[in-house]
């Protein structure tokens, strides 16, 4: 059975830190792309970092830019988001996805396996 499951969500306080899991089962994560999406309430869902399979290029949305970092583990089949100087925009579910094309993949649709979300909240 194929699955994406995240972990790693809670709340945090304004400049703090969390680190986000997104473990695979039923397929290798380092042979698929993938990004970790984030959804405000009453807002669309947003790209926020993205990690190539193979040369494990990466690239980040400008919001997060210096402040999050996408990693990923083959061993464990596992991929993170490292999250520093949270602010409170970045409040909201996080989504790790995982696309078969090469490359970094930028598109949403583009994304065929994705975790239950994990919530993310940042506030004093």
């Known amino acids: 059975q194929v699955q994406l499951v995240e972990s790693g969500g809670g709340l945090v306080q304004p400049g703090g830190s969390l680190r986000l899991s997104c473990a695979a089962s039923g397929f290798t994560l380092d042979y698929y792309a993938i990004a970790w999406f984030r959804q405000a309430p009453a807002k669309g869902r947003e790209g926020v970092s993205y990690?190539?399979?193979?040369?494990?290029?990466?690239y980040y949305a400008d919001s997060v830019k210096g402040r999050f970092t996408i990693s990923r583990d083959n061993k464990k089949n596992t991929v993170y988001l490292q999250m520093n100087s949270l602010k409170p925009e970045d409040t909201a579910v996080y989504y790790c996805?995982?696309?078969?094309?090469?490359?970094?993949?930028?598109?949403?649709?583009?994304?065929?396996?994705w975790g239950q979300g994990t919530q993310v909240t940042v506030s004093s």
């Open positions: 996805a995982a696309s078969p094309y090469d490359g970094l993949v930028m598109g949403l649709s583009e994304y065929e396996y």
């Open positions: 990690i190539s399979s193979g040369d494990g290029n990466t």
